[in-house]
Nanobody, 125 residues
Framework: QVQLVESGGELVQAGGSLRLSCIASGRTFSSYAMGWFRQAPGKEREFVAAINRSGGTIYYADSVKGRFTISRDNAKNTVYLQMNSLKPEDTAVYYC??????????????????WGQGTQVTVSS
């Protein structure tokens, strides 16, 4: 029902910033809660940030709180992840994901219905 395409991942030095984007197909983007997850080599995919349909409810993993900001622009069918003060531990493939209405925003991977293919973020020390 929806396709998600991430972009913006690249090599960046520790302490730097990066902004990831996820563009969704279709005309029902505003009905989806959205999330960002990441997966480092040899590790399971983990929660990073999530935002509800209106943008009024936001969750962050403790590891990124204060450094990352999730936002959305429903008119552009896009969710963003602004990443500041990047650390080598942030190196991972970053995925965006969507939860279909009427289910609500979640921090759990298994609650998400649709996934993008990921974008690589590498933070050098």
């Amino acid at each position: 029902q929806v396709q998600l395409v991430e972009s913006g991942g690249e090599l960046v030095q520790a302490g730097g910033s990066l902004r990831l984007s996820c563009i969704a197909s279709g005309r029902t983007f505003s009905s989806y809660a959205m999330g960002w997850f990441r997966q480092a080599p040899g590790k399971e995919r983990e929660f990073v940030a999530a935002i509800n349909r209106s943008g009024g409810t936001i969750y962050y993993a403790d590891s990124v709180k204060g450094r990352f900001t999730i936002s959305r622009d429903n008119a552009k069918n896009t969710v963003y992840l602004q990443m500041n003060s990047l650390k080598p531990e942030d190196t991972a493939v970053y995925y965006c994901a969507a939860i279909a209405f009427p289910r609500v925003v979640s921090t759990r991977l298994n609650d998400y219905d649709y996934w993008g293919q990921g974008t690589q973020v590498t933070v050098s020390s």
